[in-house]
């Protein structure tokens, strides 16, 4: 880590340590079917959680949960977790057409549900979910992992609220993806299981507009997809942008795709770049391409000079802490509800709305 360069002022706080006590929060988790559930899982063991249980039918998916999760004991069914009073939480990562309809259970099961991203692949899907949190009161929280779980996207927002770039105006989001085809399940290549790409990763970029700008709604500018290099999956969309204008009329300009190339380093190259009225940020989240391999870099810009503030490790995650408490304590502090819905709903309105650019 190279000494800082920036103002002590732009430095982060202390990172964020367990809000519970052993066994005060416990959780399961259940349908492992991407990678993000251990993500899921590990955040929120580190925020003080206690895994109890995992359901998953596929034995080879439970296996590998399990060894690196050896305290969940294994359920038999999805219905052993439902009714066991002492679980508060279910994490899940299901694929992407069965996400939200499996979140409706688990809220009317009384407990809240934090799955994976894209929480939802249709528009009726989304007032099914909206109608069930408001009938049971219980949460339906998404992990938006490519803010939620990035240190550099962490303290960028903490930036943004103290007024470092001024005003936000416009959010640029990169998030290109490494295919790794042959390891990739059948469902990853049917639009009606995945969604479509702005839908599926697209969702990231909607989510961080919202919340870096914070506005409450977008209008869909423009929309398009495209599967440019992947005829052998009719059904798979390789590429997708689109542009939106917030409600405070913040500008936004998403490209998401899956042509990471084999030379780098790490899956993809996320960037975000962020104009405000008085400085600009920019986001090298999982690496500083030909210059360091390390992640989390912060570049900001503003009256003072410029400054890289070199983040990995430095920050943490606040978001599943909170997550916890709110569901303890009825609060809405790590995201609203309405804010939730509200990207799931972009993306699905981008999706469908997206001109088709293959030729």
Request: glycine share 8%.
């Amino acid at each position: 880590m190279s000494s800082p360069s920036y103002p002590s002022a732009y430095a982060p706080g202390p990172k964020p340590g367990p809000v519970v006590a052993p066994g005060e929060f416990i959780f399961a988790a259940a349908h492992l079917d991407h990678g993000h559930i251990y993500n899921q899982t590990q955040g929120l063991l580190e925020a003080g959680g206690t895994l109890a249980w995992v359901y998953e039918p596929d034995p080879v998916k439970l296996a590998k949960f399990t060894a690196r999760f050896p305290v969940a004991r294994v359920a038999r069914s999805l219905d052993e977790i439902l009714t066991d009073p002492a679980v508060r939480l279910i994490a899940a990562a299901a694929i992407p057409c069965d996400r939200g309809p499996l979140g409706c259970r688990v809220l009317r099961a009384g407990k809240h549900y934090f799955t994976d991203k894209a929480p939802l692949t249709t528009l009726a899907q989304l007032a099914e979910a909206r109608a069930t949190v408001i009938a049971t009161g219980k949460k339906f929280a998404v992990y938006y992992s490519e803010r939620l779980h990035v240190e550099c996207a962490v303290h960028a927002s903490t930036l943004i609220q103290q007024g470092a770039i001024g005003r936000v105006l416009q959010v640029l989001g990169l998030g290109p993806h490494r295919l790794n085809a042959p390891i990739r399940p059948a469902w990853f290549f049917e639009k009606q299981s995945y969604g479509g790409i702005l839908c599926d990763i697209g969702s990231h970029q909607f989510e961080q507009f919202l919340h870096y700008t914070g506005a409450h709604d977008a209008t869909i500018l423009h929309a398009a997809v495209a599967n440019y290099a992947h005829r052998d999956h009719p059904n798979f969309e390789d590429f997708g942008e689109a542009s939106l204008q917030a409600d405070n009329g913040a500008a936004n300009y998403v490209r998401v795709d899956w042509f990471t190339p084999a030379g780098l380093g790490t899956w993809g190259d996320g960037r975000t770049l962020i104009l405000g009225t008085e400085g600009t940020i920019e986001l090298r989240k999982y690496l500083d391409v030909a210059r360091a391999k390390t992640t989390d870099h912060l570049i900001l810009v503003d009256a003072k000079g410029e400054h890289h503030l070199e983040l990995q490790g430095q920050v943490g995650f606040p978001y599943f802490g909170q997550l916890i408490r709110d569901c303890l304590d009825g609060t809405e502090t790590a995201m609203t509800q309405a804010h939730t819905f509200k990207a799931a709903e972009l993306c699905l309105k981008a999706q469908l709305a997206a001109r088709n650019l293959t030729p």
